[in-house]
């Protein structure tokens, strides 16, 4: 590994960063990057990335660091041993920084005020790898296009909160950050984006302290490897608590985008389902269930999907909403008469004690969690929403619903959604008694722009199906419509 001296503007080959004072640069790439190669060569004046490396080493300088490190031309990536090496350790390169100089090359400061809103358009705050260039060093000071100081990690919390979803907490001490749920921190990247698909995984190597070798290539199995090396060394039961719009599933989520509602879970402050540890084998994920097979007065809300010929099983996990406290819940389906299961519709939340009346009555069983034999299919039809609950008649069956949310049964025999959380959007599979179904879809529009004084308002748009059955949605609930 090398660092870039600030004056020299040459590389110094180190074993050991933290003996050095050096400054790190975080930046989103773009035209004619200084490389590795770039650096030790003279052309690299007539590079357009050269004003950036030579702004930065400006700053460190001041701040009287001799030393500063910079991804685009400090890392020798024709070594696949020193990429590896450099990716693995880059969390603690920038958490042992004197401070993290961070350069928004979209972001004009002008004469306005700096808001969350207009800090999330910069492409910074999207990008999957400047998360942990944001949480790991102690100091970040953020620069505009023109290099004019915007502010620091401090002064801009509230507005880095409201742009990213993260916890001030976890902004303002970075020792904080390890306490967080591996559910947690899995929400502040389900929204981040990466040029390279394996790099979804590969920039939260250092978020949760774990290692794994590099190979490109071997496209989202790279975000299983990184979860299976969480299983192995976090004992937290929130790594299975994401939702996705599927049928069935494994236990692993797909990707970080699974976990966008679970930043408020976290591990029960005492386990209340004692299982041995988990294990990953060549059937699947090895895991002691504590389960009970489906109650009949839930399986109504599943009858569209439920096989009569299969066992499902409603097994709690040892974590919960913070709002809500109850366990999560996953549905499994048994594949044949061995232990070999698959999750059941992953997007479907349910409360423990609707599943578990009575502990007494919880079977123990070890299960192998395996992936579906083929690759789930759903429309995912995702548009804005800020849901908080809404009345569904008796006379419509509930056949899916995303965000997850938990069904409140009422005496009319009506029932409430309850939604987890604020989302983004609702999307919910409703039919009537022949089992055909109709898509409705709750949408949030802003009655003015971001900056308005009004509240948002909503409404419903259906997508109907052959059988031409509609639904109109009213505030708060949703009724039937004359054809």
């Known amino acids: 590994m090398y660092l870039l001296h600030t004056t020299e503007l040459r590389l110094y080959r180190v074993v050991d960063h933290r003996g050095h004072a050096y400054g790190i640069l975080s930046h989103t790439w773009g ?16 590079l357009k990335g050269f004003l950036k490396v030579q702004k930065a080493c400006e700053l460190a300088a001041s701040d009287g660091c001799h030393f500063i490190w910079i991804d685009s031309c400090c890392i020798d990536k024709s070594s696949s041993a020193e990429l590896s090496e450099a990716i693995n350790s880059m969390y603690t390169w920038y958490q042992s920084a004197r401070c993290c100089y961070t350069y928004l090359s979209d ?129 937290d039961e929130s790594l299975f608590a994401w939702q996705e719009p599927v049928l069935e599933s494994g236990m692993f989520a797909p990707s970080p985008k699974s976990f966008a509602w679970s930043g408020d879970i976290g591990p029960l402050p005492r386990p209340r389902y004692e299982r041995t540890p988990f294990t990953v084998t060549n059937r699947g994920l090895q895991f002691e269930a504590v389960c009970n097979n489906i109650p009949p ?55 423990a004690s609707s599943c578990f009346p009575s502990l007494d009555k919880l079977q123990r069983r070890t299960v192998y969690i395996t992936e579906p034999s083929q690759e789930p299919q759903w429309h995912e039809l995702f548009l804005n929403s800020c849901l908080s609950e809404i009345l569904i008649p008796e006379d419509i069956q509930i056949w899916y619903v995303t ?22 959007f609702a999307v919910i599979t409703v039919g009537d008694t022949k089992r055909t179904s109709s898509v409705l879809i709750l949408e949030h529009e802003p009655a003015q722009d971001d900056e308005g004084s009004q509240g948002p308002q909503e409404r419903g748009l259906l997508v109907q199906a052959s059988h031409g059955m509609r639904y109109q949605y009213l505030p708060g609930q949703l009724r039937p419509m004359a054809t």
Request: glycine share 6%.
């Open 31 to 46: 035209e004619e990057e200084v490389t590795f190669d770039d650096i030790q060569r003279q052309h690299r004046h007539s």
């Open 107 to 235: 972001f004009d400061r002008g004469n306005g005020t700096i808001d969350g809103v207009s800090l999330r358009r910069s492409r910074w705050f999207r990008r999957g790898w400047t998360l942990q260039e944001l949480l790991a060093p102690r100091t970040v000071a953020f620069y505009d296009r023109h290099w004019s100081y915007i502010g620091d990690k401090t002064s801009l919390i509230y507005q880095i909160t409201l742009a990213t979803g993260i916890d001030e907490a976890y902004l303002e001490d970075n020792s904080c950050v390890p306490t967080a749920s591996v559910a947690t921190r899995m929400s502040w990247a389900a929204h981040r984006q990466t040029t390279r698909l394996e790099d979804e995984a590969y920039c939260l190597i250092g978020l949760f302290d774990v290692n794994m070798p590099l190979l490109y290539g071997e496209g989202r199995k790279a975000f299983r490897r990184l979860q299976y090396e969480i299983a192995r060394n976090i004992e």
């Open 297 to 351: 007065e839930l399986s109504k809300t599943f009858h569209t999907y439920v096989d009569d010929s299969s066992e499902y099983l409603f097994c709690p996990l040892n974590c919960a909403s913070e709002e809500f406290g109850e366990p999560f819940v996953v549905i499994l389906k048994k594949m044949d008469k061995s232990n070999v299961v698959v999750r059941f519709l992953p997007g479907q939340y349910l409360p």
């Open 403 to 424: 965000p997850p949310s938990f069904v409140e049964p009422r005496a009319d025999g009506g029932r409430i959604l309850h939604f987890l959380s604020a989302s983004h």
